[in-house]
């Protein structure tokens, strides 16, 4: 799987977009990309995926530059509830026995403040 | 949604005991769930992966003598931890992947936390 690179950390005022860079410049062409936190002494939660296109669900959005090697998340109105660990991990999407395989990094602390 | 169900949530027990965690899957099948274990201020680490009716697979540096998985139903995966000691204290998570559909989720438990005294 690809290795990313993501700041250590970040801040974010409640109610402003959280924007949570991502590197990935060896990414494949099978490979997703794929954002998870985990929020304090929980487990990880899945947040959005995406290979190539940008995608956006309930929780957040994706933006997948058009060269694949970097990616921001998206929490459009962050709440302190958002304040967690994010990961971004980049993997291929099936095959085989090494699926639902993660390799976590460090991931970026985001805290949000009032 | 999916939901991946952990227990105990947390534990804590004398050096030299051995502890069993629980993880199911509560509303679909798992071919496969994986143990990760988190220590304080660091990232998650893949221990094991563990199939429905065969041998677990371990990662490198994992002793599968000390950490015993059986994953005899395609609901439920056990890590026992055998032997503990205090070095051992960490939070343990398991994920699982559902059973014949591909899913860009991967659903996780809520860990487990052992405390070695």
């Known amino acids: 799987d690809a290795k990313t690179t993501q700041p250590p950390s970040m801040d974010c005022a409640e109610g402003r977009a959280a924007n949570l860079p991502c590197n990935h410049s060896t990414i494949s062409g099978n490979e997703y990309v794929y954002w998870y936190r985990q929020i304090h002494s929980q487990g990880p939660q899945y947040i959005i995926h995406g290979l190539k296109n940008n995608e956006t669900n309930e929780m957040a959005s994706l933006i997948i530059t058009e060269d694949r090697k970097s990616s921001t998340l998206i929490l459009p109105h962050a709440t302190l509830r958002d304040t967690a660990v994010y990961y971004c991990i980049v993997r291929v999407a099936s095959g085989g026995t090494s699926y639902g395989k993660l390799t976590f990094g460090q991931g970026t602390i985001l805290t949000v403040h009032p | ?117």
């Open chain 2, 1 to 117: 949604g999916a939901v991946v169900s952990q227990h105990p949530s947390w534990v804590i027990c004398k050096s030299g005991t051995s502890v069993k965690i629980e993880c199911r899957s509560l509303d679909f099948q798992a071919t496969t769930m994986f143990w990760y274990r988190q220590f304080p201020k660091q990232s998650l680490m893949l221990m094991a992966t563990s199939n429905e009716g065969s041998k677990a697979t371990y990662e490198q540096g994992v002793e599968k003598d000390k950490f015993l998985i059986n994953h005899a139903s395609l609901t439920l995966s056990t890590l026992t931890v055998t032997s503990a000691h205090p070095e051992d204290s960490s939070f343990y998570i398991c994920s699982a992947s559902r059973r014949g559909a591909w899913s860009g989720e991967l659903f996780f438990g809520e860990g487990s936390r052992l405390t070695v005294l």
